[in-house]
């Protein structure tokens, strides 16, 4: 069958060869297209209750559609560190609507919400509004009242709503008991790293989202780095005291008994000494959230 | 090599069209002018923007459901009916009876959504009662739909090549579902990890994509399209398209024919 | 230049659930047939007739051995030009009419644009089929797509035909005409080759014919050898049943209906049953030779077990 072998090869080869350069032509055209097409008709669509109701009962299966296509939209703008996401909160408004019960949906999606550009989407008050939503749906999952909690603590510093959030989630059946330690802590301390701290941890710990948890490490990196550098000012301040003059080096405060090592940050970088006596990191874009050590 | 191509691709579409399947133009005509009222009483305001919708959706619909249903049997028919027989009897090559099969059913197909398009604009006219340069683009949302043609007469008639009409229209149909999400279908993919991560991205650049061919959405709201797009995607339509009809003549080729 | 050469052609079908069994439909056939010859492929249904013509047509590739038509590879496509075609049982596209039908064959076999027409015209009112018009082919009787099948198959002129079963489904009066129309391309030169099971057709036709059964080829004759044959039997008819048992004998199997009986005997015991029937006083209807005939040939060459040598 030699001709039958020659046409198997050729059509093979072809079959090969036009696959790959369709590959390639298809790449460009996905980026071009990018969120035009299928993300920017959910600006345009009625309602999600229409959308439901079109889903012709695949409601479920769409709803995991677009909270793909919510997570793929994040995390591509996210990359580039981008200033506008407009389409993220209808995304996650559709998303929710086809499946009032995605809870990952609100937990993770609230995040993407509610953090400052370019972080997140930097819309508080929207994430405030879907998590509502999202309580609504589903009162018995208490957790989503620490996510309220912490987007009112972190985002809008509105220390009594949070407490009121953690006040309310301790009272779901079922809730942690740490829920209620929160609710107080919110009403003593209002804006403390320890409390911060400690809500990113339980970010950290729990969530499934690696945008988030990097987020979250990044954002516990810099507490830390603003708690050590606190403490090292204030050793500097003490050496001031004594000598009347700033420290020039780290081995002057060795040496005057204040510290026994150079101190490093937690990427392991030594601080850098000011000769004012200030105190700062290294390389300042590990810790892009350093409330009080900026650069 | 001309003269039997062009000989199969005529005999292809003159015998769709005394099978009378361009009879699915009076539905659609009709669905076009009954559906007209109903827009103005769902929202005002939105009524072109409905109607651009609901027409160019059926242009793409029906077309796709044509070439599945002509598609299946485009093989196996004239395998089960012996007129291949008579044919392969001849100088005809085999790859010349694919490509035939494919020109034919394209063509028909292209003809139908000429006509339907022409039904579409007059409606347009009637509705809006005059057209505007935002209209023309209109023609690029068509174009798109008939690159999806290409495609998707090329899977069918792979399927056709080695598998009974049954699971040939399943199969394309179903191909023709993952394609509208082809995107969501990559973003899955990259959403896995390890093993499942190479497989699900493969399987999604092998599976068609029609997400990119679908600017509906776009005209509708008259926004532009770019022309770096129809360019990319043209070319990748085509080669697609090439492909999969090579591998039909692949399989046929070596297929023993009961 | 042999018309068809045919060397070592085999075909295994794999069957079972697994594929895993190889059932023979051709096992190495051997076969030449001359130009300008009529050639009778003869044997019975399942024994591998039709998968020889799928074969040498190229609708399924043999698992071994080759062939060749006019001298050249029969999977050759030019060569294909010069041979037709009749499917058994053929069909036809539904929509199209019968000249619309030979049109797209001879522009798929190359026959120039300038003698299609006048071809077509012509081979339809050869065929009995000038009257049909528009007529759309799925209105078509059997007899009438058995013609528009012979049409097609000879509308290209090729000088070699292959037909399956060309007689089948046709009425005495159409097996009449396929059978002159065949005469008729025979004596233009051509060389045909068709297979049947119907035994006189090939009589009539036929210059040589072969006999296949279950898948091996049997054996090769040539038909007026069994024409010329002297008869062996004797068939004799007569009026008088009490005569039956004085030349029982003789007769092997005889038939009785009422006072008729007829019986098959040697030729060479004539003689002495007209003797013994006479002083019987039995009336004599018929005394017929019977020559050995296409038939018995057929039938001894499908009962042996074993394949005799093709000089038979």
């Not at chain 1, 209750?49 to 793929?72: F, M, N, P």
């Amino acid at each position: 069958m030699n001709r039958n072998t020659k046409v198997t090869f050729i059509c093979g080869a072809l079959v090969v060869a036009l696959m790959a350069g369709s590959m390639v032509c298809r790449s460009h055209a996905e980026k071009i297209q990018g969120d035009q097409a299928t993300l920017q008709e959910v600006l345009y669509l009625p309602s999600g209750k229409t959308v439901k109701r079109l889903s012709l009962g695949y409601s479920s299966l769409l709803a995991d559609i677009y909270w793909t296509r919510a997570v793929q939209y994040f995390g591509s703008r996210h990359i580039r560190s981008a200033e506008h996401y407009e389409l993220l909160d209808p995304l996650l408004q559709i998303t929710t609507d086809l499946d009032p019960q995605l809870i990952v949906a609100y937990e993770n999606g609230s995040i993407f919400l509610s953090q400052q550009i370019p972080e997140g989407a930097g819309q508080p008050d929207k994430a405030v509004a879907l998590i509502e939503k999202g309580i609504r749906a589903n009162p018995l999952y208490w957790r989503l009242y620490f996510n309220l909690g912490f987007i009112h603590y972190m985002d809008r510093h509105d220390y009594k709503a949070a407490q009121q959030a953690f006040e309310k989630g301790s009272e779901v059946p079922g809730a942690l008991a740490w829920m209620k330690v929160m609710a107080a802590r919110m009403a003593e301390k209002g804006n403390d790293p320890s409390t911060a701290t400690y809500l990113w941890k339980t970010i950290f710990d729990t969530t499934t989202d690696n945008n988030i948890k990097d987020s979250a490490a990044k954002h516990l990196l810099s507490l830390r780095a603003d708690s050590d550098m606190d403490q090292l000012e204030q050793l500097t301040r003490a050496y001031y005291e004594r000598m009347h003059t700033y420290p020039e080096t780290w081995l002057d405060l060795v040496r005057a008994g204040l510290l026994r090592g150079i101190p490093t940050d937690p990427t392991g970088a030594p601080y850098k000494l000011r000769l004012d006596g200030t105190v700062q990191v290294e390389d300042s874009k590990q810790f892009p959230f350093l409330e009080r050590h900026k650069k | 090599m001309t003269s039997r191509l062009s000989a199969i691709t005529w005999n292809t579409f003159r015998e769709a069209v005394r099978d009378r399947v361009l009879y699915n133009l009076v539905l659609f005509v009709l669905l076009l002018v009954a559906s007209a009222p109903l827009f103005s009483q769902i929202s005002i305001g939105l009524e072109k923007l409905m109607l651009v919708n609901v027409g160019l959706t059926s242009i793409s619909l029906f077309g796709v459901i044509i070439a599945i249903f002509l598609g299946i049997g485009m093989v196996s028919k004239e395998i089960e009916k012996k007129t291949l027989y008579t044919i392969l009897s001849r100088p005809v090559r085999r790859w010349e009876f694919i490509a035939g099969k494919y020109l034919g059913l394209l063509l028909t197909l292209v003809v139908n959504a000429a006509l339907m398009t022409v039904g579409f604009y007059a409606a347009l006219l009637i509705f809006v009662h005059s057209l505007g340069r935002a209209d023309a683009l209109l023609l690029v949302a068509v174009y798109f739909i008939v690159l999806q043609f290409m495609m998707m007469v090329a899977l069918t008639l792979l399927f056709s090549t080695f598998s009974s009409p049954i699971f040939s229209a399943i199969f394309a149909f179903a191909l023709f579902v993952i394609g509208t999400f082809g995107e969501d279908l990559k973003n899955f993919a990259a959403m896995s990890q390890g093993a499942t991560k190479w497989l699900a991205t493969g399987a999604a650049y092998v599976l068609p994509n029609f997400a990119s061919l679908n600017v509906i959405g776009q005209v509708a709201h008259e926004q532009g399209v770019s022309a770096h797009l129809v360019f990319f995607n043209t070319v990748y339509a085509l080669l697609y398209s090439v492909a999969i009809t090579a591998a039909a003549v692949l399989i046929f080729e070596r297929r023993n024919l009961k | 230049m042999h018309a068809i050469e045919i060397r070592a052609l085999s075909k295994d079908y794999a069957v079972g659930f697994w594929k895993k069994k190889l059932r023979p439909a051709l096992k190495s056939l051997d076969l030449t047939v001359e130009t300008g010859e009529a050639f009778g492929f003869l044997g019975p249904n399942g024994a591998g007739k039709t998968t020889t013509l799928k074969l040498l047509m190229g609708i399924i590739f043999p698992t071994s051995g080759s062939a060749t038509i006019l001298g050249k590879d029969y999977l050759d496509p030019e060569i294909k030009r010069k041979i037709g075609f009749l499917p058994e049982q053929p069909y036809f596209y539904d929509y199209l009419s019968a000249p619309e039908l030979l049109d797209y064959y001879a522009r798929l076999s190359g026959v120039p644009a300038t003698t299609r027409k006048q071809r077509i015209g012509d081979l339809l009112a050869r065929v009995g089929l000038s009257d049909v018009g528009s007529k759309q082919l799925r209105k078509f009787s059997k007899g009438m797509l058995q013609r528009v099948g012979i049409a097609q198959a000879i509308i290209h002129d090729p000088e070699v035909i292959f037909l399956d079963e060309p007689m089948s489904g046709l009425d005495p009066v159409g097996r009449h005409e396929v059978r002159e129309l065949i005469q008729n391309l025979k004596d233009e030169g051509k060389t045909i080759f068709f297979s049947t099971h119907i035994l006189s057709d090939a009589e009539a036709l036929c210059d040589r014919v072969a006999v296949v059964y279950k898948g091996e080829l049997r054996g090769v004759g040539v038909v007026n050898d069994f024409r010329s044959s002297v008869a062996e039997k004797t068939e004799v008819i007569w009026l008088g049943a009490n005569a039956l048992s004085s030349v029982k004998d003789l007769l092997a199997e005889p038939h009785v209906t009422g006072e008729t009986v007829r019986g098959t005997m040697q030729s060479a015991d004539l003689d002495r049953l007209l003797e013994r029937l006479r002083q019987q006083h039995a009336r004599l209807i018929s005394v017929t030779p019977i020559h050995r005939t296409l038939e018995d040939y057929f039938l001894a060459k499908t009962r042996e077990e074993e394949k005799e040598s093709v000089s038979s």
